[in-house]
């Protein structure tokens, strides 16, 4: 399978209600929710582009550009933007959408970057 088909297939969506239990005292998204459910869609997002086992071995600017209300819908989006000999850097971006309407905007977005590792948890080649 060529590359690009790969990295097409690895992309991984997940959506998710904001309710009052994943918020600060701002009545906002709580940024290290956030970076949870970023991380999270980044090793599916990594696991599905390998087949293999991997870590998270950096977590890069994450970079949080508009406040997330509760009562709104996000989706989280994992690409691979990068591919290594035994990592793989997966861009992660979190959009917000108003539930009552179309409104829609990119809030957040950060890389993480994932190592393959074997059954020893030394790193081995990402791609085969």
């Known amino acids: 399978m060529q590359l690009e088909e790969l990295i097409k297939k690895s992309e991984t969506r997940i959506f998710k209600a904001i309710f009052p239990n994943t ?3 701002y009545d906002t998204l709580f940024g290290g ?3 949870q459910w970023m991380d999270e869609v980044a090793f ?3 696991t599905r582009f390998s087949r293999k086992k991997c870590v998270t071995v950096c977590s890069d ?3 949080f550009k508009k406040p997330i209300p509760a009562g709104t819908i996000v989706e989280l ?3 691979v933007s ?3 000999t035994t ?3 997966v861009k992660v971006e979190i959009f917000m959408e108003d539930m009552y309407s179309d409104h ?3 809030a957040i977005s950060g890389e993480f970057t994932f190592v393959a590792i074997d059954e020893n948890k030394k790193p081995v080649k990402i791609l085969d």
């Open 23 to 25: 918020t600060n005292h």
């Open 82 to 84: 990068k591919v290594g």
């Open 33 to 35: 929710t956030a970076m």
């Open 104 to 106: 829609r905007e990119k």
């Open 77 to 79: 989006v994992g690409r």
């Open 87 to 89: 990592s793989v850097v």
């Open 61 to 63: 600017r994450i970079d």
């Open 44 to 46: 599916i997002t990594a």
